[in-house]
């Protein structure tokens, strides 16, 4: 089955600067990568997502770029604020209805 | 997207005893979907909720201890069978309309004492 590995476990950050977080997945047949943020006690937050046939999707602070050759992805967040200090997740699909999740990065951002 | 809520939020249970977990939500989806998230951990999901059918286990799991439940379009249950305290774990469903895209529910919190 699919195998999901995200990186860092965690990572702190200045308020403005940019956080990146990695994934890499191990079925070529994932066709779907989406990005998930979880506040503490919260429901999991979909946040932007990406399909096989694009290579960078944009929202305003937050990009997420996908090489299918290297089979990884990315989150990037810019001009941090205090308020994404939340656990992130990354998730490959191939049939979109078994999601493999990333075991999760704490995000701080320290103001 | 959909309305999704869960009951109960959260409930303290003893060793051995059963707990059903409602899901529902305010409008007709097409899959449904169980997950279960440790203390600090990720998602692993549980199950596919399959309407009219047997749910769709995935490798660790299995029906006598999660049987699920999914009688119409908008709700389905969890129930975690003969509990002990390794199954103390957030409990959330969630579903899809097509286009891949999953939406949970709030989560229920489980604790077996």
């Known amino acids: 089955g699919e195998n999901v590995e995200q990186h860092p476990s965690t990572l702190s950050v200045q308020e403005g600067d940019s956080a990146v977080i990695k994934c890499t997945y191990s079925d070529s047949a994932s066709n779907y990568f989406p990005w998930y943020k979880q506040e503490l006690g919260k429901r999991p937050q979909l946040i932007i997502d990406?399909?096989?046939?694009?290579g960078e999707k944009k929202d305003q602070r937050i990009a997420v770029t996908l090489n299918k050759t290297a089979k990884h992805f990315s989150l990037h967040i810019t001009e941090t604020q205090p308020e994404d200090s939340a656990v992130y997740f990354c998730?490959?699909?191939?049939?979109?209805?078994?999601?493999?999740f990333g075991t999760g990065t704490s995000l701080t951002v320290i103001p | 997207s959909a309305v999704i809520s869960q009951k109960p939020s959260r409930d303290i249970c003893q060793r051995g005893t059963s707990l059903t977990i409602q899901c529902q939500v305010d409008?007709?989806?097409?899959?449904m979907f169980w997950y279960r998230q440790q203390p600090g951990q990720s998602l692993t999901l549980i199950a596919t909720?399959?309407?009219?059918?047997?749910?769709?286990?995935e490798s660790g799991f299995v029906i006598d201890k999660f049987p699920i439940s999914r009688p119409n379009l908008t709700f389905s249950t969890l129930t975690v069978s003969n509990m002990s305290p390794e199954d103390s774990s957030i409990y959330l469903c969630?579903?899809?309309?097509?286009?891949?895209?999953?939406?949970f529910g709030p989560g229920t919190r489980l604790t077996v004492l």
């Open positions: 990406i399909r096989s046939n694009v």
């Open positions: 909720a399959n309407q009219g059918s047997e749910a769709t286990y």
């Open positions: 409008s007709q989806v097409t899959m």
């Open positions: 969630s579903v899809s309309s097509g286009l891949n895209t999953q939406y």
């Open positions: 998730a490959a699909s191939t049939s979109g209805n078994q999601f493999y």
